[in-house]
T-cell receptor, first 116, second 114 residues
Framework: KAGVTQTPRYLIKTRGQQVTLSCSPI?????VSWYQQTPGQGLQFLFE???????NKGNFPGRFSGRQFSNSRSEMNVSTLELGDSALYLC???????????????FGAGSRLTVL | DQQVKQNSPSLSVQEGRISILNCDYT??????FLWYKKYPAEGPTFLIS?????DKNEDGRFTVFLNKSAKHLSLHIVPSQPGDSAVYFC?????????????FGQGTRLTINP
């Protein structure tokens, strides 16, 4: 069965531009999460969506936003890009619907964003 | 505020020996802990998890130990194989609203030498 698919895999933008990243979760997974990975910082939680609703949001500025569609596909958008936004953006999906049990996430390969 | 910490950025182990990766946390409300492995140009892959009510969980060559009083967990890989060379992340999840996200450590790069 297909895994989590993220597009594009690589992109280069300049400061001030905006970017949209796309994520297709595993079929049947309704929860989609986004994480930012930068060197030395591990993975930082951005937000999580379930059934088109944002259930949780990390400590990122309002320039970072996301949405989920009725087919569970998700997009995240970063506006007014800054140099510090250069990172690997990882999308993950989960079969879990509630809040009990281990939240095992299946990650995509990520979208590597470089801001010049 | 780094709630999950992996204090060793790197670890080198000889093939066939035991690899021990460590992780410390500060939030006593975490109820599950997970370990992920990441190869270059790939997303993290789930390895093993442990509930906060357990102190050990084993899956093949991988065993995770949890010491709640010390707020410490460790991943043991026995025997270590060259394919285990990767970056390992520990992660934790809370309860209620906190259950929707994983809090990750910074990662430890494990190198298995032949």
């Amino acid at each position: 069965k297909a895994g989590v698919t993220q597009t594009p895999r690589y992109l280069i933008k300049t400061r001030g531009q905006q970017v949209t990243l796309s994520c297709s979760p595993i079929s049947g997974h309704r929860s989609v999460s986004w994480y930012q990975q930068t060197p030395g910082q591990g993975l930082q939680f951005l937000f999580e969506y379930f059934s088109e609703t944002q259930r949780n949001k990390g400590n990122f500025p309002g320039r970072f936003s996301g949405r989920q569609f009725s087919n569970s596909r998700s997009e995240m958008n970063v506006s007014t890009l800054e140099l510090g936004d250069s990172a690997l953006y990882l999308c993950a999906s989960s079969l879990r619907t509630g809040t009990t049990g281990a939240n095992v996430l299946t990650f995509g390969a990520g979208s590597r964003l470089t801001v010049l | 505020d780094q709630q999950v910490k992996q204090n060793s950025p790197s670890l080198s182990v000889q093939e066939g020996r035991i690899s021990i990766l460590n992780c410390d946390y500060t939030n006593s409300m975490f109820d599950y802990f997970l370990w992920y492995k990441k190869y270059p140009a790939e997303g993290p892959t789930f390895l093993i998890s442990i509930s906060s009510i357990k102190d050990k969980n084993e899956d093949g060559r991988f065993t995770v130990f949890l010491n709640k009083s010390a707020k410490h967990l460790s991943l043991h890989i026995v025997p270590s194989q060259p394919g285990d060379s990767a970056v390992y992340f520990c992660a934790a999840s809370g309860i209620g609203q906190g259950a929707q996200k994983l809090v990750f450590g910074q990662g430890t790069r494990l190198t298995i030498n032949p």
